[in-house]
């Protein structure tokens, strides 16, 4: 027999034994007998009081998490991918671009696969943060020293003039470098995440 | 009586006030007459459309944290212990360490007690990021015989070090430090509570 349109309350599921909850016609959760789970499988959960505490387990959210209200982690944060402030000032890079003494300060994003960073040449404390926001896996990310100054940090010790990469194979979003301006030798890393090399 | 072991449905435990939810004989769900919250007993929510809409109250999670595959908008956010990339190059200390340039861009852990970290000197643009990773340890930064390191509303004597201190030290405190290539060394970021060594 069709389930009526107008179904309200539980139903024994027998094919999937699932305890189900319909509200006029329409399933909109179910506790599983096989997992133990409440699924909600309509328009989500709403709690208007008391909030949501969770003992056991983790949340795992397939999409993102948009909070209103602040925040506190007890046990630290680990991220992967970007970490931003949503008004960030930040510059988008799509094709080989020098970068100048302007350029201090901000996000250098690129997304756009075999682009080439090219740095002024160093002074002391200017500082870039630069970060590969290309597709995964394949994006690679050159950022080209003046030919007098080196890179150097993070085990990695270029020559003058050698290229740090950010390889496409290992390359993550959110893959990202500070850079800092020395006494005239080049540049120290401050920071970096994911997989870089310089060139031979 | 007994529950049934197959029972199916809502049912209603009078001493507690709960309105329970059984399946095949498990009892999955409460409902609490005294609290009015929805508790889960045996297992975790899953949700397959719509999200989760908190209107009132946070979110709690007290067990194994949160982990999303998406992108995530927080409007403010307060930690403690350690805000880490998941791809950060960190390098582990176990002992004295005397660091060099190649150990710029790094993270410098440490779980070891009475560690010394010792700076080399001052050139412009070097930088270090130095963190405790173990609740109750002292780590010790050294600079240089001839450099100070300037930290907030401290000014070491050259060749004095700062100290984190095993009796309030936490897992992810955390210094800085830029060299100035003169005097010696600002501190850019502190976390936890570090004081200047004395002598």
Known sequence: ?200 | MADSVKLRGWKFDNPNTYGEVWVDGTHIATFDDATNGLTLNTNGLAITAGGITITAGAMTVSASGVATTGASTLAKVTYSDRLIHANAITSAMTGTATLDEEDCGKIMTSAVDSQVVTLPATVIGLNYTIMNVTDGLKMTIQPNTADQIYMPDILTDSDNGIVNTAATSKDGDLIKLVADGSVGWYVTELHGIWAAESG
Request: glycine share 12%; with cysteine.
């Open chain 1, 1 to 200: 027999m069709a389930n009526s349109p107008r179904l309200k309350g539980f139903k024994w599921n027998a094919n999937d034994s699932i305890l189900e909850v319909w509200v006029h016609g329409t399933k909109v959760a179910g506790f599983d007998d096989a997992t133990n789970d409440l699924h909600i499988y309509e328009n989500g959960l709403t709690i208007t009081a008391g909030g949501l505490t969770i003992t056991a387990g983790t949340v795992t959210l397939g999409e993102g998490l948009t909070v209103t209200g602040a925040s506190t982690f007890a046990d630290g944060v680990t991220y992967s991918g970007q970490l931003s402030h949503t008004s960030p000032n930040s510059s988008t890079i799509t094709t080989d671009t020098d970068l100048d003494t302007n350029d201090a300060g901000k996000l250098i994003l690129c997304a756009t696969d075999s682009v080439t960073i090219t740095l002024p040449s160093t002074a002391p404390r200017l500082t870039y943060t630069i970060v590969a926001t290309g597709t995964a896996g394949s994006a690679v990310l050159y950022i080209d020293p003046a030919a007098a100054d080196l890179i150097r940090g993070c085990d990695l010790d270029g020559g003058d003039g050698k290229k740090l990469t950010n390889t496409g194979a290992t390359h993550v979003v959110g893959d990202y470098v500070k850079l800092i301006g020395d006494s005239g030798v080049g540049w120290y890393i401050q920071e970096m995440a994911g997989t870089w090399t310089v060139e031979a």
